[in-house]
């Protein structure tokens, strides 16, 4: 089973960028679809990107499309996320997952297509 590790998270302010990183543990790493999520507290868990085993695949929530990058090193067994133009409205804590599933939109969209969640990274974006 993948375990992951995020770190990257941070204060920024509105318009800045970050880039959050995982790093995973498993031979299976490089055939697995991961994804980022993240939770604001008191909400549910809400899908952001997913990038298929290889890297040829992503896919972005509405909210972030075109602001955000979903990006992998399989040699390294590291998943990215580049964040530019940030808002208020990210800010949340983000979890690095593994899909249970094969990269498939929609439904790897969805929070219940992930497992093997990260202890999270916490990213406070200020107005």
């Known amino acids: 089973q993948v375990q992951v590790v995020e770190s990257g998270g941070g204060l920024v302010q509105a318009g800045g960028s970050l880039k959050l990183s995982c790093v995973a543990s498993g031979r299976t790493f490089r055939r697995t679809t991961m994804g980022w999520l993240r939770q604001v507290p008191g909400k549910e868990r809400e899908f952001v990107a997913a990038?298929?085993?290889?890297?040829?695949?992503?896919s972005y929530a509405d909210s972030v499309a075109g602001r955000f990058t979903i990006s992998r090193n399989n040699t390294k067994n590291e998943v990215y996320l580049q964040m530019t133009s940030l808002k208020a409205e990210d800010t949340a804590v983000y979890y690095c997952?593994?899909?249970?599933?094969?990269?498939?939109?929609?439904?790897?969209?969805?929070?219940?297509?992930?497992?093997?969640w990260g202890q999270g990274t916490q990213v406070t974006v200020s107005a």
């Open positions: 990038i298929s085993g290889s890297g040829n695949g992503t």
């Open positions: 997952a593994t899909a249970v599933t094969h990269f498939q939109p929609p439904a790897i969209r969805s929070p219940a297509a992930y497992r093997s």
